[in-house]
């Protein structure tokens, strides 16, 4: 079955203690983006991948990094995470030059105290 | 700047009612354009997507939507509402194949 699989799906952590969302995927997509959903915001791009070890800054990258060492995976890494980063988190994939849309994962709230 | 645009934050209709959901694009070509649902709790779940051709594209759960060049438009519609519907939409356009634009989404509430 295609999936995208994040973890975790809850997350509650205190500030400044560096954390680690993971995203998988299996339907060897190129592409792979992060999201924060916020109320009254929409979804924003944090970052994304077109390919391994290949990425780039989206619309709110700050107090944000990613890596793309492995084409399944593409963890978002918050190395000093404050409050404004309490915010619902999506990972989504795509096979790039498909205009198929993306197929996201099921999200990670986190709350950051 | 590519944008979308969803006027409307929250709608409430009756169950079986007929349901129209508002999304304008900013966009100098003919983008990619995208509807999704978001149940509570849940990821965001492709409903429809209009890449050229027929204008009037059909998606799952009995949704439908019309591109419309003149006016930058692409409403989500359903003849028949069902409790089941309730959930949040978002509209997306897509300048090109590897990055998406979200509105900000409608919440839609169903009374029975």
């Known amino acids: 079955e295609a999936q995208v699989t994040q973890n975790p799906r809850y997350l509650i952590t205190v500030t400044g203690k560096k954390l680690t969302v993971t995203c998988s995927q299996n339907?060897?997509?190129?592409?792979m983006s992060w999201y924060r959903q916020d109320p009254g915001l929409g979804l924003r791009q944090i970052y994304y991948?077109?390919?391994?070890?290949?990425?780039d800054k989206g619309d709110v990258p700050e107090g944000y990094k990613v890596s793309r060492k492995e084409k399944r995976n593409f963890p978002l890494i918050l190395e000093s995470p404050s409050p404004n980063q309490t915010s619902l988190y999506f990972c989504?994939?795509?096979?790039?030059?498909?205009?198929?849309?993306?197929?996201f994962g099921s999200g990670t709230r986190l709350t950051v105290v | 700047a590519q944008s979308v645009t969803q006027p409307d934050i929250h709608i409430t209709v009756s169950e079986g009612a007929s349901l129209e959901l508002r999304c304008n694009y900013s966009y100098g070509a003919t983008p990619y354009l995208f509807w999704y649902v978001q149940s509570p709790g849940q990821g965001l779940q492709l409903l429809l997507k209009?890449?050229?051709?027929?204008?009037l594209v059909q998606g799952i759960k009995g949704f439908e939507a019309e591109f419309k060049r003149s006016q930058s438009s692409f409403n989500l519609r359903k003849p028949s509402v069902h409790w089941s519907d309730a959930a949040e939409y978002f509209c997306a356009v897509g300048p090109d194949t590897d990055k998406l634009i979200f509105g900000t989404g409608t919440r839609l509430q169903v009374f029975p």
């Open positions: 339907m060897n997509h190129e592409y």
């Open positions: 991948s077109m390919n391994v070890e290949v990425t």
């Open positions: 989504a994939t795509m096979r790039s030059g498909v205009p198929y849309g993306y197929t």
């Open positions: 209009y890449f050229s051709g027929d204008t």
